[in-house]
Every structure is written in structure tokens, then in C-alpha cells.
């Protein structure tokens, strides 16, 4: 019975193992598939100058800016509202029926397909708030759909501090508050800075949330506040591979333009372990 076991639990080992090394050659083929073509488009032309010639020359400039702002955008109006609402779900609420609604509403908010997003951007932002398509009414849209990812880790990260610290800080005499915001968060803040970026940068590659409310097809000009209209990144490789004036001509800057957005969301993810890993080691001292 106990060889029975070992045997069941080393085929389900080599099954996750085998799962993991999938995943892993699938993202370095992918990797791989992109760099060896869009390779060749990289330069510093490419990186500092504006589409030219019908977009079949020149650079991704304005596109690199529309995508950093709209991050920004989005950094800005979700991380204090995610925040906020892990706290008050996990320090505040109780598990009253009001609650259990909320976090149904989060879950189902989680699973809503990125172009209803996009349409709901469209009418409320972009017509209702009389925005018009622009950088403020694509961030924030992108900021609603990566709301339930982050208070889904903040929340996540609160949990993991022990209820010890709670309790020591209330018997010293502090507040609820004061607990909260001198010692739960400053424990809990390296996840939730690590699932928020994530989750931020996951939505720098979004496609249908912005074409609506923020991206244009194009525009040579850098922003000049946030109610201008914006090229992205992601935007643009889908113009240059559906609806370009010569698409096969394109095809370099279309792989080109995705290896710089891969670069981007790498280095937003990179960001996020390293300020982790700063941070718990000052926790550490």
C-alpha cells in the first residue's frame, strides 16, 4: 500500500513537472519566434522617431509614450481604490451578506471579457464623462479591468500577516487604524506591490479596452495632457497586421514593435521582484 503511494505520488510529480516544462518551452518558442524576426527592426530610429511613410517607416516613439501613460493612468486611479478595498474586505467588513455581494461582484468582474470593457469605456467615459477618445478615458478603463486582480493580491497579501501582529498593536493601546496603517500594511505591502504590478502589466498589453476609449490608428504627436489621444503599443501592432497600408512590408516593425512591448511588460514584472525583494529584506532588519 505504501510503494502504491509512492508510486501514484512520483507519476503525478513527473505529470507536474512535465506540465511546467510545457509552459516553459512554449514561452521560449514564443520568445524566440518573436526576437528572430522583429530583431532586425530594432534600432535607434526605430525606438526615438514617429511612423513615417503611411507607417511602413520610421519609429514607435509616440507609441512606447501612449503605453507608459496609459500605465501611469491606470496605476494612478486603481492601486488607492484596490487598496482600499482589500483593506476594508479583510480588516473591516465582517462576512455579512453586503460582503459576500461585494466579492461576487469582484469575481464576476474578474471573468467580464476585455472588450466589454472596452464598450463600457466607450459610453461612460468617452461619452457619458464627455472624455472623448483619450490617454485619461483609456487608463481609467484599463484601471476597472485590473481592479479585481488587485485587491485579489492586496487582499491575498493582508492575509498572509499574522494575527499576532494585530494583536500586539491593539493591546499597546492602538488603534484599528494605526494597526493597519504602522504595521498590517507595511508587512503586506511587498505582495501587494508584486500583484499589482502584475496585474498593471498585464493590462499594458490589453488590446479591445483601448481601442475604443484611448488608442488612435495615428498620430505623430507625444501627449500633451491627459486628455489627448494616444498610439500603444499593442494598438498598433494590431493596425500594422490587419489594416496597414502594406502589411508584408510591415512585418518586421510588427515584430519589432511586439518584442519591444514583450521588453516592457518584462521589465515592469522585473521591477516588481526587485522592489519585493528590497522591501522584505528591510522587513527582515
Known amino acids: 500500500m505504501k510503494n502504491r503511494r ?26 524566440y519566434f518573436i526576437l528572430s524576426r522583429g530583431f532586425t527592426a530594432i534600432s535607434w530610429e526605430f525606438l526615438t522617431k514617429a511612423p513615417e511613410n503611411s507607417m511602413t517607416e520610421g519609429g514607435i516613439l509616440p507609441c512606447i509614450a501612449g503605453t507608459i501613460g496609459l500605465c501611469l493612468v491606470t496605476i494612478m486611479a486603481a ?3 484596490g487598496i482600499a478595498s482589500a483593506i476594508y474586505l479583510n480588516e473591516y467588513s465582517g462576512k ?3 460582503v459576500r455581494i461585494i466579492r461576487l461582484g469582484i469575481n464576476n468582474l474578474a471573468g467580464v ?21 483619450s490617454l485619461a478615458a483609456g487608463g481609467l478603463t484599463l484601471a476597472i479591468m485590473t481592479l479585481p486582480v488587485i485587491i485579489g493580491a492586496s487582499e491575498e497579501a ?4 499574522p494575527d499576532t501582529y494585530r494583536e500586539a498593536s491593539l493591546a499597546m493601546g492602538a488603534t484599528q487604524w494605526q494597526t493597519i496603517r504602522k504595521i498590517v500594511l507595511p508587512a503586506a505591502f511587498p505582495g501587494i506591490l508584486t500583484g499589482s504590478i502584475l496585474g498593471i502589466s498585464r493590462a499594458a498589453g490589453e488590446t479591445a479596452p483601448i481601442m475604443y476609449t484611448g488608442a488612435v490608428f495615428f498620430t505623430p504627436n507625444l501627449p500633451d495632457s491627459i486628455f489627448d489621444e494616444v498610439m500603444a503599443l499593442p494598438y498598433h501592432i494590431y493596425v500594422l497586421a490587419t489594416a496597414g497600408t502594406n502589411i508584408e512590408a510591415t512585418r518586421h516593425l510588427q515584430y519589432g514593435t511586439a518584442l519591444v512591448l514583450i521588453v516592457l511588460v518584462f521589465g515592469m514584472n522585473l ?12 522587513l527582515r532588519i
Open 158 to 161: 493582508l492575509k498572509t500577516v
Open 113 to 133: 471579457p476585455s472588450i466589454v470593457f472596452g464598450l463600457f469605456g466607450l459610453a461612460f467615459f468617452c461619452i457619458v464623462l464627455d472624455m472623448g477618445v
Open 96 to 98: 455579512g451578506k453586503i
Open 271 to 282: 521591477t516588481a521582484i526587485i522592489l519585493r525583494s528590497k522591501m522584505r529584506k528591510k
Open 79 to 81: 492601486l488607492p481604490i
Open 6 to 31: 509512492k508510486t501514484v505520488q512520483k507519476i503525478w510529480f513527473l505529470l507536474l513537472r512535465l506540465a511546467a516544462l510545457l509552459n516553459g518551452a512554449a514561452l521560449l518558442l514564443i520568445v
